[in-house]
């Protein structure tokens, strides 16, 4: 067998040795690592496991596991790949039935409320960037968007506290078509599980056409979910985190990246009096 190394990010490497083909993560601290360490000793122990198991290496700050061949990342288009997302972030959540993520001091609580205010503003701080590439009457349209759901948002309860993947984002679930895999606990927290389940229709909503109707159909357990934090679904959290994301980008990146974020946002605010409306009257 071919021994090779190949940088696919920064930070992470494709390794192939005589043992197979793996993946691996250098972390910028050990307690990074170790965190990663942690969740997957305590998922590793389900009888399903829906992770890939971490190998042993004499580096710390270095995370090592098999190579899932022959997959993709799921496409929030797909029904069944919704359906088998949802079910595997469902299976994650639950699992603060059988382990104490609290107890962990690796594990830090999250607030999605103090995060969507600090997102907020710094929106407003950067709206010249964003009104240079799509006008002001619609950078204006986007900010008071945010400006009225944060005003409304409702708290969150700490009733169902549990362990949050952090980053639902779809190519952080992969598929060979037979299984499906969460990778990618970078971000892991502790906190409700409204919280993720919020962050995961934000992601799905673009890909079906913002019809929260739709949603609710494929997925009645979120119906509770929607009519308790209509306010958070109203949030334009996609939109935000991707004009911050653009203005942050090198000078030679940022162009490309533009060229396909603006009629995204367009249809974004195409159909975001829609999605209000719709939440308004549920």
């Known amino acids: 067998m071919n021994n090779y190394i190949r940088q696919i990010k920064k930070n992470v490497w494709k390794w192939e040795n005589e043992n197979g083909l793996f993946s691996v993560k250098k972390y910028s601290t050990v307690e990074q690592a170790e965190k990663i360490r942690l969740i997957h000793q305590e998922l590793q ?87 240079f ?19 409304n948002i409702q708290s969150f309860s700490n009733q169902d506290i549990t362990i949050l993947h952090g980053d ?37 909503l673009p890909a079906i056409d913002y019809d929260i109707y739709f949603l609710i159909h494929e997925f009645p357990l979120l119906e509770k979910v929607v009519l308790k934090h209509k306010e958070a679904l109203m949030y334009p959290n996609e939109l935000y985190r991707e004009w911050l994301y653009a203005y942050a980008l090198p000078i030679e990146r940022k162009q490309k ?19 209000c409306y719709n939440l308004s009257h549920l």
Do not use: C
């Open 133 to 151: 590439y799509m006008g002001v009457e619609k950078t204006k349209m986007l900010i008071q968007y945010g400006e009225i759901a944060l005003n």
């Open 45 to 131: 122990q389900l009888d399903k496991p829906f992770i890939l198991p971490v190998m042993e290496s004499a580096q710390e700050d270095f995370i090592i596991q098999p190579w899932f061949k022959g997959t993709h990342s799921v496409d929030y288009g797909s029904e069944r790949d919704r359906k088998e997302v949802y079910s595997l972030l469902s299976e994650l959540h639950e699992t603060n039935r059988l382990i104490k993520w609290e107890d962990s001091n690796l594990l830090g609580q999250f607030d999605l409320i103090a995060k969507w205010q600090n997102r907020f503003l710094k929106m407003k701080e950067i709206s010249y960037f964003a009104e």
């Open 257 to 275: 990246f533009i060229d396909q974020l603006i009629p995204y946002t367009n249809k974004a605010l195409t159909e975001w009096p829609k999605l």
């Open 168 to 204: 639902v984002v779809h190519h952080n679930f992969l598929s060979n078509q037979k299984a499906y895999k969460m990778i990618d606990f970078d971000l892991a927290v502790i906190g409700p599980k409204e919280v993720e389940d919020i962050l995961w229709m934000h992601r799905v």
